[in-house]
């Protein structure tokens, strides 16, 4: 399948005054939506890059909330629709999406969505991979299981989702110290301010790269 992206560049290419349109995001979240809310203010200048959907598995999601707030179309999808992949892509395309941010999201991503989608689709996970990701492991757990186990930092890896949990290619991951007295909420907190600072550039550098734009 050819995406309505590179088929852009494509005319772009023959004809220079080819009038291209943004790559279109949507989100997966599950939860809160801080991160959500975070990608979008910073691509909410951008013409070539815009978030256009936001998704959620969790109807009383706050993340629901922040996207009526902020204008962007919203959905609730079951585990069921969300576990299958002519669902998804019927949803895709009818919002012309391009690409997907996980921030927060909790369900597995089905293997044709993934095989639609190669490289279009990336996570972040508040620790550093190899070590404490896989099914389970997410939310307070993880930082908890970080402080436990008497680890000296902790951080956030953003990395292209795959068939298994945390373990598709990591592209990019930032540390901070974890202090001997933190508590898990602390450390928490100090992974937030990188996923903040990290993300949405990192998703701009992605997108950038795979699109050639
Ligand atoms: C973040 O820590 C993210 O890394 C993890 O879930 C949390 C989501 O927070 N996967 P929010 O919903 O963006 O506030």
């Known amino acids: 399948m050819l995406f309505s992206a590179q088929f852009n560049t494509l005319c772009a290419t023959i004809n220079p005054n080819f009038d291209m349109r943004p790559i279109r995001i949507a989100i997966l979240a599950s939860g809160s939506g801080s991160n959500a809310e975070n990608i979008f203010n910073y691509f909410s200048q951008r013409e070539d890059i815009q978030i256009n959907l936001i998704i959620s598995n969790k109807a009383e999601a706050y993340v629901l909330q922040r996207a ?8 609730f999808m079951s585990k069921p629709e969300l576990g299958d992949t002519d669902s998804v892509l019927s949803v895709f395309r009818k919002y012309s ?22 490289n279009r689709i990336i996570n972040i996970h508040p620790a550093l991979l190899p070590k404490f990701g896989g099914k389970g492991m997410y939310g307070e757990k993880v930082h908890r299981t970080v402080v436990e186990s008497g680890e000296r930092e902790s951080g956030i890896t953003i ?11 990591i592209v990019f991951q930032a540390k901070c110290p974890v202090l001997e007295e933190d508590t898990p909420d602390e450390v928490a907190k100090r992974v937030h301010e990188l996923e903040y600072k990290h993300y949405p550039s990192v998703i701009d550098q992605i997108i950038r790269k795979e699109f050639g734009i």
């Not at 999406?97 to 989608?117: C, E, H, S, W």
């Open 68 to 75: 009526k707030r902020l204008g962007i179309p919203s959905l």
């Open 97 to 118: 999406i391009d690409f997907v941010v996980l921030a927060g999201y909790l369900l597995r991503i089905p293997d044709g969505l993934i095989k639609t989608y190669p």
């Open 159 to 169: 990395h292209y989702v795959n068939e298994n949990y945390d373990e598709g290619s």
